[in-house]
């Protein structure tokens, strides 16, 4: 399992990466009337089709996603089943790829003042009562704690949002989450926090208990110049030989 954290903060050339990505994103990307969300989508597209290459072995321009059921991104064709996902907010994007046999899903939130409403929609009746019993300052890390865990578990499952996000755990899993802030482990999965940035909470979910200990964290502008390199380097090896043929 790795983990893998991109900084937006360095510039980046958006319009050579758009070359490289499926007609669909860039479309998509069209769309985007900001910027900050067409560089977020984008990286995080750019660091699945490493995954694909790294994994797989594939050329960029075979690389083709589709989606599950309830719309959880997946790679179209793979050799051995292994699992990916993708989370994006403020400036960064992160992602998490298994070992082998293994699901996995990943949520990064930048944390910001908790809308009673937001809390009152993603917050079952018990963990409400327990966050309304916090101090104004530990509210909002409880709220972001429980909030990327759930959308974490949902994304590994790949169910999105299709149930209620407060029902998801239950009373069992407060009981959990108050013996262990880091490392929280259900019959069935386990959790793990990274201290990306001090304003940001990032949580990973996961079938494989073994989570790593370290994480890798990257700058964007150094993502995408090493997927370019390699997408130049592709091209140089299809293209066709010439085999002494003199050239019109």
Known sequence: M??????????????????????ERRMSS???????????????????????????????????????????????????PWDYNISHSG????????????????????????????????????EMEQYQNLKPEAQTRYYYDLWTRKESYLKMEGIGLTNPIRSVFSKQYVLKYEQSMLSDRLPDHAFRQYPVDPGYVLTACSTDFRFPDQYLVVRAKDL?????RRCRAQAEQSAPELNGLPVL
Request: proline share 3%.
């Open 2 to 23: 790795h983990i893998i954290a991109v900084s937006l903060g360095t510039a980046f050339s958006v319009h050579e990466l758009l070359a490289h990505v499926s007609p």
């Open 30 to 80: 069209s769309r985007l009337k900001r910027e900050d969300d067409v560089r977020r989508a984008l990286i995080g597209d750019i660091l699945a089709r490493m995954f694909a290459m790294d994994i797989e072995g594939m050329r960029n321009d075979e690389i083709r996603f589709d989606k599950g059921v309830f719309g959880k991104p997946r790679l179209s064709t793979m050799r051995e």
């Open 91 to 126: 400036k960064w994007v992160a992602g998490i790829v298994s070992r082998k046999g293994q699901r996995v899903g990943i949520d990064i939130q930048k944390m910001a003042a908790v809308n009673p409403a937001f809390a009152r929609y993603s917050l079952s009746a018990e």
């Open 224 to 228: 995408a110049e090493v997927f370019l």
